[in-house]
């Protein structure tokens, strides 16, 4: 009954920023904590990062830190990726994840629903 879907992925020149935005709709997106995965070709998917139930606690992977930042609207049910300085290697497919519990967690099994996933290329 929940469903995820993810908007403004693109293709992007390196140093670049862009913005992701996760929608939930179906139950009330205060009730879970959001986290964003990602998928580069070739490897397997891997947390980027994660925010509590009401935003106040949040967390990133070493690769992304300083660069991503996500958040959160509640009132709009919505869960963002702010991304900046972009590098050829954060090329993926972005996923957004919703469990139901009052902290993320880094592990892509934790996560009950996902979205179909927005794709970001960064060019050379």
């Known amino acids: 009954q929940v469903q995820l879907v993810e908007s403004g992925g693109g293709l992007v020149q390196a140093g670049d920023s862009l913005r992701l935005s996760c929608a939930l709709s179906?139950?009330?997106?205060?009730?879970?904590?959001m986290a964003w995965f990602r998928q580069a070709p070739g490897k397997e998917r891997e947390f980027v990062a994660g925010i509590s139930k009401s935003g106040l606690t949040t967390g990133s992977a070493d690769s992304v830190k300083g660069r991503f930042t996500i958040s959160r609207d509640n009132a709009k049910n919505t869960v963002y990726l702010q991304m900046s300085s972009l590098k050829p290697e954060d090329t993926a497919v972005y996923y957004c994840a919703a469990r139901s519990a009052t902290y993320y967690s880094e592990r892509q099994y934790e996560y009950m629903y996902w979205g179909q996933g927005t794709q970001v290329t960064v060019s050379l």
């Open positions: 179906g139950r009330t997106f205060s009730n879970y904590a």
